[in-house]
């Protein structure tokens, strides 16, 4: 059974920093294209970030390009996401996804992804 789970959620004032984790369970971790994708209230969940299984692809949002990376760490079967200079426009619940097949390179298509966190709050204040 593939378990994600995020932390790392917060409150932070505009122009901070946060990094999120997502550990991973029930999955070989390194075959598998992970992504982030944050859901504001009212608004659809939308693509944030993602990484290929062995690191060397990535993919982001234009919204966050240049202010967000996201990094794995294999050996410990997590994904992270760095996230820098926030805006308030920022704030969402933020979930990390695994991709439903392996070797994928990190689509920005939710219906590519079939596994899913329970997300964790991220609150940016102005």
């Known amino acids: 059974q593939v378990q994600l789970v995020e932390s790392g959620g917060g409150l932070v004032l505009a122009g901070g920093s946060l990094r999120l984790s997502c550990a991973a369970s029930?999955?070989?971790?390194?075959?598998?294209?992970m992504g982030w994708f944050r859901q504001a209230p009212g608004k659809e969940r939308e693509f944030v970030a993602a990484?290929?299984?062995?690191?060397?692809?990535?993919n982001y949002a234009d919204s966050v390009k240049g202010r967000f990376t996201i990094s794995r760490d294999n050996a410990k079967n997590t994904v992270y996401l760095q996230m820098n200079s926030l805006k308030p426009e920022d704030t969402a619940v933020y979930y990390c996804?695994?991709?439903?097949?392996?070797?994928?390179?990190?689509?920005?298509?939710?219906?590519?992804?079939?596994?899913w966190g329970q997300g964790t709050q991220v609150t940016v204040s102005s």
């Open positions: 990484m290929s299984g062995s690191g060397g692809t990535t």
């Open positions: 029930g999955l070989t971790f390194s075959k598998y294209a």
């Open positions: 996804a695994a991709e439903s097949s392996a070797y994928g390179l990190g689509s920005r298509r939710q219906g590519a992804y079939g596994y």
